[in-house]
């Protein structure tokens, strides 16, 4: 079946990492992505990565994927006042026509 | 500006009304995805379509349908409005079937 589970909050300070969690259990995902919505905003791309791939780095994030657990994270180094937003972890798989099925997002709250 | 518009940006009506969402996709992408996000169901996939053809279906009411037409715009038609219907709807657009997809703002819609 298709599932992705998120934690739904997470406050951090300002400058510390936040390390955000998704599970899924399609075992047949090919990409796994991170958007971020802003309050009122659409959802922008943040990061994916393929499922082959077990880390990906892109300036202040980090992805880290755990195929054997189906465990996705997301880490935001030095957090900032402008990352509280909502993150959602999202599945795609070729045989759904790249679907993409969505955990129900976790909200980033940091604090200074 | 993820280059997906959407419009209009928020819209309000009477239940028993009918409503066209209309989305004009990045410049060169040919597939169109409709999701919906709402507060009980979190990001929902509506429909897909390539090229003008619909290629997948998500959990989309009988009331809802959509198009792609020539030029690659989308329309999503909502009929028979239902207060349950008041949800944030996305349109996202792909270069093609396995490519990333780019979210356009949204359309707010409220049913009264």
């Known amino acids: 079946g298709e599932d992705v589970e998120q934690s739904l909050f997470l406050s951090v300070r300002e400058g510390d990492s936040s390390v955000i969690n998704c599970t899924y259990t399609d075992s047949s995902s090919t990409y796994l992505y991170w958007y971020k919505q802003e309050p009122g905003a659409g959802l922008q791309l943040l990061t994916y990565i393929f499922s082959n791939m077990d880390m990906k780095q892109d300036q202040r994030l980090t992805v880290l994927l755990n195929k054997k657990d189906k465990h996705l994270s997301l880490r935001i180094a030095d957090t900032q006042t402008g990352d509280s937003a909502i993150y959602f972890c999202?599945?795609?798989?070729?045989?759904?026509?790249?679907?993409?099925?969505f955990g129900a997002g976790t909200r980033l709250a940091v604090h200074p | 500006d993820s280059g997906v518009t959407q419009t209009p940006k928020h819209l309000i009506t009477a239940t028993g009304q009918r409503v066209t969402l209309r989305c004009s996709p990045r410049s060169g992408d040919l597939s169109v995805y409709w999701y919906q996000q709402s507060l009980d169901q979190g990001l929902q996939f509506l429909i897909q379509?390539?090229?003008?053809?619909?290629?997948a279906k998500g959990n989309i009411l009988e009331r809802f349908s959509a198009q792609q037409f020539p030029d690659l715009h989308s329309e999503l038609n909502l009929s028979s409005l239902e207060l349950g219907d008041s949800a944030l709807y996305f349109c996202?657009?792909?270069?093609?079937?396995?490519?990333?997809?780019?979210f356009g703002p949204g359309t707010r819609l409220l049913v009264l």
């Open positions: 999202a599945e795609s798989h070729s045989g759904g026509y790249n679907k993409l099925i």
């Open positions: 379509y390539y090229n003008g053809e619909e290629r």
């Open positions: 996202a657009s792909a270069g093609g079937p396995g490519e990333t997809q780019y």
